[in-house]
């Protein structure tokens, strides 16, 4: 039961883990237009995978975006779910959609 004095919890944040360069730049520029949506946003550049993902359960992340250079390619992200631990790809400019859901 939560008091009324009690502040919110604060929102679960949204990892993006970029995978090169190049979805290293791309993913400052992605970041920059979901926080602007009001999403709240980590971004992790180092370790493989496995340890980016750890990373993200350790800051209780709800979803992960997963950006390449076949990503970028084709214009989408891979957004991983955490919760449900599903996995689609969504194109760019239809993060903050997706992830409003």
Do not use: F
Not at 68 to 95: H, I, M, W
């Amino acid at each position: 039961m939560m008091l009324c004095n009690e502040p919110a919890p604060p929102p679960r944040p949204v990892v993006i883990a970029p995978l090169g360069a190049a979805a290293e730049s791309k993913a400052l520029g992605i970041a920059r237009v979901l926080r602007r949506d009001g999403i709240a946003v980590e971004q992790d550049y180092r370790g493989n995978m496995k340890r980016r993902m750890q990373r993200a359960n350790k800051v209780n992340a709800r979803a992960v975006i997963i950006l390449g250079d076949d990503e970028l390619t084709k214009g989408v992200a891979q957004l991983k779910d955490l919760d449900s631990g599903t996995q689609r790809e969504v194109p760019l400019d239809g993060l903050a959609a997706a992830l409003k859901v």
